[in-house]
């Protein structure tokens, strides 16, 4: 797969769905996983590091409450990182937001917003960093913006 999905927990998985849609529909294979930072460091750390060996191009890691996945993934890879903080109960996804975006100098976490919004626009990222090396997926992301901007334009609203 060129994308590696890594969810924090299985009670992350609805919240992330909307990632998958996005690349299954632009016809990008990814691998979708359940690894914790904390619960499971050892296997998170090799999964990092073996990635790219593996053909992974980008990692996407969604997480909530301390979130550390993305951070603690970036550590391990020298691949692109895609943090996606998940909406949690006590705080609303803020404190997910925060441990995913405060990252230090050198070991960059692309972070996009909280939840299934957040979801969607990680894999829209994913997508425009693979078009950049495949014409193919660059036309076909053309045509999605295209597809997006009519049906902005089709719109009518009666106020």
Known sequence: PQILIVIGSKSDEEQVRPCGVVLSDCGISYQARVLSAHRTPQEVTRLAAQAAG????IIIAAA????????VIAAHTDLPVI??????K???G???????VQMPPGIPVA????GPMGAKNAAYLAVRILALS???LATRLKRLKESMRREILKQKVDI
Do not use: Q
């Open 54 to 57: 593996k053909g992974v191009r």
């Open 64 to 71: 909530g409450a301390a979130a550390h996945l993305a951070g």
């Open 83 to 88: 943090g996606i903080p998940v909406e949690s």
């Open 90 to 92: 006590s705080l609303k």
């Open 94 to 100: 803020l404190d997910s937001l925060l441990s995913t």
């Open 111 to 114: 972070t996009v917003a909280i």
């Open 134 to 136: 495949d014409a193919r």
